[in-house]
């Protein structure tokens, strides 16, 4: 069993900054890619960014240049630092996972349960 604790939302002024975090814990052999995905009221869930396991991140190019993530593969955990957020950075961001729990194992996609972002004034 593998499980993915997300934490570091809440509700924050336009041009405000949060940082979420998220940690993997469980039977776990190794973290290939790790992301952030998010979705806002009455659309469908897509991705922020991506961090694979060399540590090469992408991102969306409607939070390039304002969110950063980044890995700490020791502790298993996940962040995304968002500054400068918008009103459209608004809705629940889930911690994604891919996950090997033996060398040789087949490759798992875990999710976080979510954490809401709320960016209003």
């Known amino acids: 069993q593998v499980h993915l604790v997300e934490s570091g939302g809440g509700l924050v002024h336009p041009g405000g900054s949060l940082r979420l975090s998220c940690a993997a814990s469980g039977s776990i052999f190794t973290i290939n890619d790790m992301a952030w995905y998010r979705q806002a009221p009455g659309r469908e869930r897509e991705l922020v960014a991506v961090i694979t396991y060399g540590g090469k991140a992408k991102y969306a190019d409607s939070v390039s240049g304002r969110f950063t993530i980044s890995r700490d593969d020791g502790k298993k955990t996940v962040s995304l630092q968002m500054n400068s957020l918008k009103p459209g950075d608004t809705g629940d961001y889930y911690c994604?996972?891919?996950?090997?729990?033996?060398?040789?194992?087949?490759?798992?996609?875990?999710w976080g349960q979510g954490t809401e972002v709320t960016v209003s004034s």
């Open positions: 994604h996972a891919a996950v090997r729990r033996a060398k040789y194992g087949d490759i798992l996609h875990e």
